[in-house]
């Protein structure tokens, strides 16, 4: 690879290029895990959901959403709480 040729990992050598392939094949294999425990975060809460409405509760209790957010901002800061809205999203829909 010449110093100006860029390929579709954006670096400029050989070797840049090979350390960036790897990497993303890690990510790759990394978010398919993450996706595969989403689905089954998404299937237990379904499960807890069902029995609270079975029972005539409510689908949403929000003061366990607020310790599930703060866990994720504890561990991630700020944009932990982001990303554990959507999770909460996925998991049970809008609200
Ligand atoms: O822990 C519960 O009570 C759940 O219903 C699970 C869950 C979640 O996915 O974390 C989903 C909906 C509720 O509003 C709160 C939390």
């Not at 409510?58 to 982001?82: F, W």
Request: charged share 30%; with cysteine.
């Amino acid at each position: 690879m010449t110093a100006v040729h860029t390929d579709r990992t954006g670096a400029r050598t050989d070797q840049a290029a090979d350390v960036i392939t790897g990497a993303r094949e890690r990510i790759d294999a990394l978010d398919d895990r993450i996706i595969g425990l989403i689905q089954e975060r998404m299937a237990v809460s379904a499960v807890i959901q069902d029995a609270r409405v079975s029972s005539g509760g409510r689908r949403v209790n929000l003061a366990r959403e607020m310790e599930v957010l703060a866990h994720y901002r504890d561990a991630l800061g700020r944009p932990g709480t982001s990303l554990a809205m959507t999770m909460l999203e996925l998991c049970r829909g809008r609200i």
